[in-house]
């Protein structure tokens, strides 16, 4: 006994220098670097690297939007040194943001943190040469329990992607740019809460539209287009999970090609499970292919159509009669697949959808 016991404290691993640090040196040294790998190198470095506001600067420094608009808004407040915005270079954010969305604590409700975060810093930087009435001064004193009522709407499982009309427009006076003191123009401060973009227009005397002005998004992934991670791209298919694709679907691809290998494997399973409400949720989703610059619809091809009349219902089909209402324009040239769609629709609804088209 005496024997083991001596043998097992002899292959004890020794600890190597930096898991001896203090935890804050760590996390420094971790911050200087922003190297992934170092969380993984041993669960003590793991530990000491798992913290809400590390999570934080790191969503921050990967995600705020990189334009002009932005220098303003970068304080040491926002996002400390030795975190260096600037010092990323357009692939190194792009490889830090898919590092980021890869892992297990980029969940919805940090991301939806983040934002939130980042729009009252937006504000409260604004408000420094905007002057706002009493009234619109209190809804923006408000600015996190809206910001909860909406995203909460948007994240429900049937909920649109996406608002086209801003949550929260308010006129206000902005500082003159042409040098004088105490003279104003009219803008617009307009918010939408679940994509996390705010833009700031000004009006302009003659012209019947507000001219764009500053443009501030968070999480911004547009121009980056990083990968859509593996975690959001399966079952089970919670609200959570739906709602998270849909933040980040028209930034983050999911398809290399045309070939569109996993939208395709994706919406294929869904129909084989009989998951109507995700089927309908992904139908609403814009999406992003690798090698294109535009977000297209959620692809619907050949074999979803007779996979949905294969696991078809014979009659009153919930599948077949989304697919007719709203997709008829992608159903394939293929005179058969036609008529079996239409056969496996209501009867009474073909004499509305004939007569209608």
Same mark, same amino acid.
């Given at each position: ?137 209190? %809804? /923006? *004193?408000? @600015?996190?329990?809206?910001? #909860? ?5 948007? +994240?429900?499982?049937?909920?649109? =992607? ?78 959570? %999970? /739906? *709602?998270? @694709?849909?933040?980040?679907? #028209? ?5 290399? +090609?045309?070939?569109?290998?996993? =939208? ?94």
């Amino acid at each position: 006994m005496c024997e083991k016991i001596v043998l097992n404290m002899s292959e004890k691993r020794v600890p190597a220098r930096i898991e001896c640090l203090p935890v804050e040196i760590i996390q420094i040294i971790f911050l200087h670097c922003v190297e992934f790998n170092l969380p993984r190198a041993s669960i003590h470095i793991a530990r000491a690297l798992s913290d809400p506001v590390i999570y934080t600067w790191l969503i921050r420094l990967a995600f705020t939007i990189d334009n002009h608009e932005s220098r303003g808004i970068l304080t040491l407040e926002y996002l400390p040194p030795p975190l260096d915005f600037y010092g990323l270079s357009k692939q190194e954010r792009t490889g830090l943001q898919s590092a980021i969305l890869g892992t297990r604590w980029c969940t919805l409700p940090l991301v939806r943190k983040c934002q939130v975060e980042y729009i009252k810093h937006v504000i409260a930087i604004q408000c420094t040469r905007l002057k706002f009435s009493s009234e619109d001064k209190n %809804k /923006l *004193s408000n @600015l996190e329990q809206r910001f #909860e009522e909406s995203t909460r709407i948007m +994240d429900a499982q049937d909920a649109p =992607s996406e608002n086209l009309v801003e949550d929260l427009k308010i006129l206000a006076m902005c500082k003159s740019i042409n040098g004088i003191p105490d003279t104003y123009g009219s803008c617009v401060l307009s918010i939408w809460f679940n994509s996390g973009l705010v833009v700031l227009n000004r009006l302009v005397d003659g012209l019947s539209f507000p001219v764009s002005e500053e443009e501030y998004r968070f999480p911004a992934c547009v121009s980056t287009m990083p990968r859509m991670p593996e975690k959001l791209l399966c079952p089970p298919w919670t609200p959570d %999970k /739906l *709602s998270f @694709l849909a933040l980040l679907a #028209e930034g983050a691809y999911i398809d290399e +090609d045309e070939n569109f290998e996993c =939208s395709r494997r994706i919406l294929r399973q869904v129909i084989r499970d009989r998951d109507l409400g995700t089927f309908q949720r992904l139908l609403g989703l814009c999406i992003r292919l690798k090698c294109y610059n535009y977000s297209r619809d959620w692809p619907l091809l050949p074999c979803h159509f007779r996979a949905a009349i294969k696991y078809a219902d014979e009659r009153d089909d919930p599948f077949i009669k989304l697919l007719v209402e709203k997709r008829w324009c992608d159903v394939p040239e293929d005179i058969h697949l036609k008529d079996e769609l239409l056969r496996r629709y209501n009867a009474a609804e073909v004499d509305k959808w004939i007569h209608k088209h």
